[in-house]
């Protein structure tokens, strides 16, 4: 478990990795399934709710389950930093000049923006969304061991699809490691991500360029020590994943009727 990032705000993939294979909450028992299930109900439902309220109730709810399963809150905030700033940059844009009733206006040259109720709300509105599909990522990673995430993505994708998430997943680790390597070596002699950015760009330049040529050459590495091991092409796994009990089957139900009830009646009393 790597505690010494280059930056918080990035997700540490081994802190990750740690949660999910050392949880005991009742979330960690659950069934794999229907906490994919979950996961993809609760894309469902950001695409369909429009509402700031349910929306605020589904992130209480995760942010709820996420303190229940003993998983490092502070961290979690830490994490959705970067989300939070990307949203920001791009509603920035976008929420001037929203039909609604105006709360302030702008005058820059001879261009006026006015700010508007549904231009607020349209800010948090993908604010929020931003934020439960990160937290929720995150809860349904950090409670499902990567034992049973192969088996899933064995199980669900075709051949060799399965095979490239299965070995991307793996590789990821190593690739952050290197980055997180260089640019510490990078800061011990002086550099810095933000003061040198402008004044040394070439220098990052190089970094990631490096990073891009080692990276062939560590992937390389990793093929000739499977092959020696064994590895033809194809990874399987013989994990058995716990299967879906009654209660799993009720949150199922739930979901459903959850999702049938947001797509029926809650947009269209919207719309109205």
Request: hydrophobic share 50%; glycine share 4%; aromatic share 14%.
């Amino acid at each position: 478990m790597n505690n010494s990032q280059a930056s918080g705000h990035i997700p540490d993939l081994d802190l990750i990795t740690y949660y999910s294979e050392n949880s005991y909450s009742f979330l960690s028992r659950a069934s794999p399934w229907i906490k994919l299930i979950g996961l993809i109900a609760i894309i469902l439902i950001l695409t369909i709710v429009k509402s700031v309220e349910v929306l605020v109730a589904l992130y209480a709810l995760l942010l709820l389950l996420y303190w229940q399963s003993n998983l490092p809150i502070r961290k979690l905030f830490d994490w959705c930093l970067l989300p939070v700033l990307f949203v920001l940059s791009l509603v920035i844009l976008l929420m001037w000049n929203e039909i609604g009733v105006p709360l302030f206006s702008l005058k820059l040259f001879c261009f006026s923006l006015t700010l508007t109720d549904n231009g607020l709300l349209l800010v948090v509105r993908l604010l929020l969304k931003a934020l439960i599909s990160m937290t929720s990522s995150l809860l349904f990673l950090m409670t499902t061991k990567y034992a049973y995430l192969s088996v899933m993505i064995y199980r669900i994708f075709p051949f060799p699809i399965d095979q490239i998430f299965l070995m991307s997943y793996r590789f990821l680790f190593i690739t952050l490691d290197m980055v997180d390597s260089m640019i510490r070596a990078f800061k011990s002699r002086g550099g810095g991500l933000i003061k040198n950015v402008v004044r040394q760009s070439q220098t990052f330049a190089e970094i990631f360029a490096l990073v891009f040529i080692r990276s062939y050459d560590q992937a390389e590495r990793v093929n000739k020590a499977m092959e020696s091991r064994g590895y033809d092409g194809t990874y399987t796994t013989s994990t058995e994943v716990p299967q879906m009990k009654l209660i799993d089957y009720i949150v199922l139900l739930v979901f459903l009727a959850v999702i049938t009830y947001l797509l029926l009646f809650h947009n269209s009393s919207i719309s109205r």
